[in-house]
Nanobody, 127 residues
Framework: QVQLVESGGGSGQVGGSLSVSCAAS????????MAWFRQAPGEEREGVAS????????FYGDSVKGRFTISQDNAKNTVTLQMNSLRPEDTAMYYC????????????????????WGQGTQVTVSS
């Protein structure tokens, strides 16, 4: 049984930094992709960052390129999203997701390809 548990997040200041982590149990990192999505109230879910190939390949949404970094610790079975230069529009619930299989290779931010989801962790950025 796959379980994804997010931690971190919380409140930050504009221009500051926060990180969120996802601990995965029962999931083989080599079997597909891991990703972070976010959803703000009244907004659609947005793909933020994705990682695959045991961490060798990463992808970022346009709104976070150059500011966010996704990384993977295979020994600890965790995926971390480091968020720098925070903006108010980064405020959202952040979800960790894991895909089984290679469909995510073609579209890393299509949520339909992700089989497992965490419960989410809130990130709030204020000025």
């Amino acid at each position: 049984q796959v379980q994804l548990v997010e931690s971190g997040g919380g409140s930050g200041q504009v221009g500051g930094s926060l990180s969120v982590s996802c601990a995965a149990s029962g999931y083989n990192f080599a079997s597909g992709c891991m990703a972070w999505f976010r959803q703000a109230p009244g907004e659609e879910r947005e793909g933020v960052a994705s990682i695959r190939n045991s961490g060798r390949s990463t992808f970022y949404g346009d709104s976070v390129k150059g500011r966010f970094t996704i990384s993977q610790d295979n020994a600890k079975n965790t995926v971390t999203l480091q968020m720098n230069s925070l903006r108010p529009e980064d405020t959202a619930m952040y979800y960790c997701a894991a895909a089984r299989g290679g469909n995510c290779y073609f579209s890393p931010f299509s949520s339909k390809f992700y089989n497992y989801w965490g419960q989410g962790t809130q990130v709030t950025v204020s000025s």
